[in-house]
C-alpha cells in the first residue's frame, strides 16, 4: 500500500519562511512526478510546483523565484522549500506522485492528506 505522507507546515509570520517534506512509502519500483498542490478556503486546488525523476521542474506564476521544489529520489522524497511566504500562500499543502509498482506496470496518481501553511502577523 502506497503512502504519501507531509510535513512541515505551521504557522509563520509574512516574510518567513518554511520547509515541506513528503515521504512515499510502500512497495514503490519508481516515480516519475513528484509535486505539491495547495487549496485555499473557498478556492479550487491548483499547482504549486512538480519535479520528474530526471530533474526537469514547473512552477506556479505565483510562487516563481520565491519556492523551490528538490527530491531525493533514492528516499522518494520530495521537499519544497517555501521563502519569502505572503498570506495569500495560507492553503493546505497536499504532495501527489505519479508511480508505479512494478517494472512495466501502470502509472497512478496518488495523494497526501496535506499539512496546513498559515501564513499570518
Known amino acids: 500500500q502506497v503512502q504519501l505522507v507531509e510535513s512541515g507546515g505551521g504557522l509563520v509570520q509574512p516574510g518567513g519562511s518554511l520547509r515541506l517534506s513528503c515521504a512515499a512509502s510502500?512497495?514503490?519500483?519508481?516515480?516519475?512526478?513528484m509535486g505539491w498542490y495547495r487549496q485555499a478556503p473557498g478556492k479550487e486546488r491548483e499547482l504549486v510546483a512538480i519535479?520528474?525523476?530526471?530533474?526537469?521542474?514547473n512552477y506556479a506564476d505565483s510562487v516563481k523565484g520565491r519556492f523551490t521544489i528538490s527530491r531525493d529520489n533514492a528516499k522518494n522524497t520530495v521537499y519544497l522549500q517555501m521563502n519569502s511566504l505572503k498570506p495569500e500562500d495560507t492553503a493546505v499543502y497536499y504532495c501527489n506522485a505519479d508511480l508505479t509498482l512494478t517494472y512495466g506496470g501502470t502509472w497512478n496518481n496518488y495523494w497526501g492528506r496535506g499539512t496546513q501553511v498559515t501564513v499570518s502577523s
Open positions: 519535479g520528474t525523476s530526471g530533474g526537469s521542474t
Open positions: 510502500g512497495n514503490i519500483f519508481s516515480i516519475l512526478v
